[in-house]
């Protein structure tokens, strides 16, 4: 990336480039085209949403979800899945790009590489299926691909956090429990918790370790794997994999064109199950940001409202942050609510609610919202 003047001549001029569709990017699309600003959004993969992960949509999401149309994603649940949501979002996004000209969403598409100049951005997308190139032009940027564009120069988020070890899959196989279930091994700390996917039609398996314990990644994965067996939930839907969801963090807000959202600016610790509602409360700020700024008379004025924009992000993430902290130093705590077992001798009988589940759950996220 680079301040000098641009070589290659723009195919397309827009107001605001989004880079990147999960979450965040979906929701600063559609609040983008809520704005009047002509929005070109591109995905790296395709538009299927595969993430299993459950999720509690917050309240400051559903009600940024409200203002973009989409009033109840939860259908009255307190908790999805980052599929159900991104299908949701993706299907407004389909039906806005359908019947606005100046909105273009294009799936399997990848900003490859940057220049951002004082008074615009220039990037080249790359078709991912047939490997042509093109450049475009945007007033501003929003940064929502979880970090990536870091190997395009953008400035890397720092590690803030102890590394935490998760392993997760979908199995297809009827939950034969209700609400959440799991258990402790009382040797490890480990924790493998169990939840129904929407409309329980299978089953997610979570494997959790201590935070700040050195595991070996082939050996979590196997684990999980004869814990599967054990329980006979059966082929897991998409290959599992084992993540260090470590917390990472800008040292600073952005000052330039290029407004970081969601897991860009920051990822917090997986307990806390904030990212998703943090990513879309992000991309609709950054995207009103983005209008608010280009209705200023000047340039000085345009930037900074655009600075103003990030700052209130950088902000919502620093208290993300604390707080995922706080969950990750509180888990050998709480994590004793739940059955304790040797987790290789499991069967489903091993595995439980702990007692107060759902009062520390109304207690630390409120009521369950209204199905409207
Ligand atoms: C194991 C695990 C469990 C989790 N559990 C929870 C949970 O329970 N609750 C919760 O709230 N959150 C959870 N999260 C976090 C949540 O998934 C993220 O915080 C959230 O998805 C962030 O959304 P985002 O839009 O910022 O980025 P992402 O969802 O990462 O989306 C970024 C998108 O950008 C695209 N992209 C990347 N590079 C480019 C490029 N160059 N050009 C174009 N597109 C690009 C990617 O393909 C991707 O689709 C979990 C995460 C993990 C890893």
């Given at each position: 990336?680079?301040?000098?003047?641009?070589?290659?001549?723009?195919?397309?001029?827009?107001?605001?480039?989004?880079?990147?569709?999960?979450?965040?990017?979906?929701?600063?699309?559609?609040?983008?085209?809520?704005?009047?600003?002509?929005?070109?959004?591109?995905?790296?993969?395709?538009?299927?949403?595969?993430?299993?992960?459950?999720?509690?949509?917050?309240?400051?999401?559903?009600?940024?979800?409200?203002?973009?149309?989409?009033?109840?994603?939860?259908?009255?649940?307190?908790?999805?899945?980052?599929?159900?949501?991104?299908?949701?979002?993706?299907?407004?996004?389909?039906?806005?790009?359908?019947?606005?000209?100046?909105?273009?969403?294009?799936?399997?598409?990848?900003?490859?590489?940057?220049?951002?100049?004082?008074?615009?951005?220039?990037?080249?997308?790359?078709?991912?299926?047939?490997?042509?190139?093109?450049?475009?032009?945007?007033?501003?940027?929003?940064?929502?691909?979880?970090?990536?564009?870091?190997?395009?120069?953008?400035?890397?988020?720092?590690?803030?956090?102890?590394s935490?070890?998760?392993?997760?899959?979908?199995?297809?196989?009827p939950?034969?429990?209700?609400g959440?279930?799991?258990?402790?091994?009382?040797?490890?700390?480990?924790?493998?918790?169990l939840?129904?996917?929407?409309?329980?039609?299978?089953?997610?398996?979570?494997?959790?370790?201590?935070?700040?314990?050195?595991?070996?990644?082939?050996?979590?994965?196997?684990?999980?794997?004869?814990?599967?067996?054990?329980?006979?939930?059966?082929?897991?839907?998409?290959?599992?994999?084992?993540?260090?969801?470590?917390?990472?963090?800008?040292?600073?807000?952005?000052?330039?064109?290029?407004?970081?959202?969601?897991?860009?600016?920051?990822?917090?610790?997986v307990?806390?199950?904030?990212?998703?509602?943090?990513?879309?409360?992000?991309?609709?700020?950054?995207?009103?940001?983005?209008?608010?700024a280009?209705?200023?008379?000047?340039?000085?004025?345009?930037?900074?409202?655009?600075?103003?924009?990030?700052?209130?992000?950088?902000?919502?993430?620093?208290?993300?942050?604390?707080?995922?902290?706080?969950?990750?130093?509180?888990?050998?705590?709480?994590?004793?609510?739940?059955?304790?077992?040797?987790?290789?001798?499991?069967?489903?009988?091993?595995?439980?609610?702990?007692?107060?589940?759902?009062p520390?759950?109304?207690?630390?996220?409120?009521?369950r919202?209204?199905?409207?």
């Amino acid at each position: 990336m680079s301040e000098d003047a641009p070589v290659d001549r723009p195919a397309q001029t827009v107001d605001l480039l989004v880079a990147g569709l999960g979450p965040g990017g979906c929701a600063a699309a559609l609040a983008a085209r809520a704005e009047g600003l002509s929005t070109l959004a591109v995905e790296a993969r395709g538009p299927q949403a595969t993430r299993g992960q459950l999720v509690l949509v917050r309240s400051g999401a559903q009600a940024a979800l409200r203002r973009l149309g989409l009033p109840d994603i939860t259908e009255g649940r307190r908790t999805t899945t980052i599929r159900h949501v991104e299908n949701r979002l993706r299907g407004a996004l389909a039906a806005a790009s359908s019947s606005a000209a100046v909105f273009d969403v294009h799936w399997n598409t990848s900003v490859a590489s940057l220049t951002v100049t004082t008074d615009h951005v220039q990037a080249t997308l790359c078709d991912e299926t047939t490997g042509s190139t093109r450049v475009v032009r945007a007033r501003h940027l929003i940064d929502a691909s979880g970090g990536r564009l870091e190997a395009l120069g953008r400035p890397a988020r720092l590690r803030t956090g102890p590394s935490h070890l998760v392993t997760t899959a979908e199995y297809p196989v009827p939950p034969w429990f209700e609400g959440i279930v799991g258990v402790r091994d009382p040797h490890s700390a480990e924790l493998y918790l169990l939840f129904p996917t929407w409309g329980r039609q299978g089953v997610i398996a979570y494997l959790d370790a201590p935070a700040g314990r050195v595991v070996d990644p082939q050996a979590f994965a196997q684990r999980f794997e004869t814990l599967a067996e054990r329980l006979a939930l059966g082929p897991p839907q998409y290959a599992p994999w084992a993540v260090d969801v470590f917390q990472r963090a800008l040292a600073r807000p952005s000052t330039d064109r290029v407004l970081a959202i969601g897991d860009a600016v920051g990822t917090v610790d997986v307990l806390l199950g904030a990212g998703l509602s943090t990513a879309i409360e992000d991309g609709a700020e950054a995207a009103y940001g983005v209008a608010a700024a280009q209705q200023q008379p000047s340039a000085q004025q345009e930037l900074t409202l655009t600075q103003q924009a990030s700052a209130s992000i950088f902000k919502r993430h620093r208290s993300g942050a604390l707080r995922g902290r706080l969950m990750l130093g509180l888990r050998p705590l709480w994590a004793r609510a739940w059955p304790a077992a040797a987790l290789p001798d499991i069967n489903r009988n091993s595995v439980g609610p702990p007692p107060l589940l759902w009062p520390a759950v109304r207690l630390v996220f409120g009521r369950r919202p209204q199905a409207s």
